[in-house]
């Protein structure tokens, strides 16, 4: 009896080792070793996922809707690869210092959670958007998820 299993952790040489040998003891019922690969996967992917802080600064000459539909556009690429968002409009903010010419911004904060692989993917995107003035990633370390998505 063979699989396949596909796992994406950080402990992933670790996890494909423990399950290799639990396919391999003849004893063991495949269904048996399908319920537990699967309760291992979402153990480790537990681990993997942390809350994230994105703070957008948009070009001021962009329009309201641009903005909206921008931001819309972020939340749900996010919303799309699996996390939960949190967007917080914060309206025009001025600058400490110029960025790229420019002395006032639309500041959007988003709060979600994701990995590694996600924060890549959505850095690469924020690249492409030519109305992007500045995007900054912080790991939020202090707090929880429940914290963060419970409507108070």
Do not use: C, W
């Not at 993997?48 to 903005?67: D, I, M, R």
């Not at 309206?91 to 996600?118: E, R």
């Not at 850095?123 to 914290?147: C, G, H, Y």
Request: proline share 1%.
């Amino acid at each position: 009896m063979k699989f396949i299993i596909f796992i994406s952790s950080r402990n992933n040489k670790k996890l494909q080792g423990l399950i290799k040998h639990l396919i391999t003891v003849r004893y063991i019922h495949y269904y048996f070793i399908q319920l537990l690969s699967n309760l291992l996967l979402k153990y480790f992917m537990k681990k993997e996922l942390e809350l994230y802080e994105l703070v957008l600064l948009f070009k001021f000459t962009t329009t309201e809707q641009e903005t909206i539909s921008k931001t819309e556009f972020y939340r749900n690429f996010l919303v799309d690869r699996g996390s939960q968002v949190l967007v917080k409009n914060q309206g025009k903010v001025s600058l400490a210092y110029p960025i790229k010419g420019f002395d006032i911004a639309t500041s959007v904060q988003i709060i979600f959670l994701g990995n590694g692989d996600l924060l890549k993917q959505m850095n690469v995107e924020i690249k492409r958007d030519a109305t992007i003035l500045r995007a900054i990633t912080t790991k939020l370390v202090n707090q929880t998820a429940p914290e963060m998505f419970t409507v108070g």
